[in-house]
């Protein structure tokens, strides 16, 4: 209720900023506060529980749209775009992430071990890496003929694919193609290219040069490895695990919305959930919705 009153304070109760800046508000302050600290109180969502957020974020939508008190909260966060309280996505993601902990999402399972771990930090002393054996970001590429390694990685809808190649005298004399699961990321393929060119270069037994781009050898090796290459195991990136989550929750929300009981009229014309916001003014909504001004409605009401 403190939240609402802010709120009210910062657009106004019947003038001020428009609906698009209150869900914006709503979107990046109310929303982040409800969900603060999920993973520590959220995990074993009880149904009073989520009736008691449900009512808070059906204040909320009020406020965004202007309609009626008594319109479903399940119809406000259809035509507003905003989903029920994401607290079940901040749970799992910080579960399976932070905790590396399996925990399921409704009925869908995340287990830790099919994500990439956060990186704890860098284990290699300074010291250990004197000025003159370091890489320099700075010298400019020259295609001199000389023998060096070319990285790349590249990322379409049909997958992932990783490479490199050995230059020498303007000729290929050495490659290699990693073909990655459509889950990983194009960092994750320029990552994996450069660590098998070190590789490569540390068997040479002499100083090489490694460069990440400006070759279009390496960069058709990396797309063409996406289908001829040789399959190689990464775990799925953190970011790939909130799109997971997003997808999950969204298919639950639509689920939820074909199957609910309220907001029927609604539905007819909104079938399909998205997290984008229908753009209806207050009096459109009123209309859809059925609630609002009309006499069928007082009528009921007052019955």
């Known amino acids: 209720m403190d939240q609402y009153q802010h709120l009210c304070r910062i657009a106004g109760k019947t003038s001020g900023i428009n609906k698009n800046i209150r869900r914006l508000l709503y979107k990046i302050v109310i929303e982040r506060t409800l969900c603060h600290g999920a993973a520590a109180w959220g995990h074993n969502m009880t149904s009073r529980l989520q009736k008691k957020l449900n009512s808070i974020q059906h204040l909320f939508l009020l406020y965004i749209t202007g309609a009626y008190i008594t319109t479903p909260t399940a119809a406000l966060q259809v035509v507003t775009g905003l989903q029920p309280l994401q607290i079940q996505q901040e749970v799992t993601y910080d579960r399976v992430a932070q905790a590396r902990s399996s925990s399921n999402f409704f009925t869908v399972m995340f287990s830790p071990t099919d994500y990439e771990s956060k990186s704890s930090g860098i284990h290699i ?143 007819d014309i909104v079938p399909r959930v998205s997290n984008k916001p229908v753009g209806w003014n207050r009096e459109e909504l009123m209309f859809v919705t059925g609630h609002g001004p009309f006499p069928s409605y007082l009528q009921s009401s007052n019955t």
Request: glycine content about 6%; proline content about 3%; hydrophobic content about 35%.
């Open 125 to 267: 002393h300074p010291h250990n890496f004197l000025p003159h054996n370091q890489n320099s970001f700075v010298e400019n590429h020259r295609d001199s003929g000389a023998k060096a390694i070319y990285t790349d990685g590249c990322k379409t809808d049909e997958g992932t694919g990783s490479a490199y190649c050995i230059l020498e005298n303007y000729g290929i004399i050495a490659s290699w193609q990693g073909k990655l699961d459509h889950s990983n990321s194009v960092f994750q393929a320029e990552i994996l290219a450069i660590k098998m060119a070190i590789e490569a270069a540390s068997s040479l037994h002499r100083s090489i040069k490694i460069w990440t781009d400006s070759n279009e050898c390496a960069d058709q090796l990396a797309k063409e490895a996406i289908t001829k290459g040789d399959p190689f195991f990464l775990p799925k990136p953190l970011s790939y695990l909130k799109y997971e989550i997003r997808s999950a929750a969204l298919s639950i929300w639509q689920d939820n919305w074909d199957n609910g009981e309220t907001g029927r009229s609604t539905h």
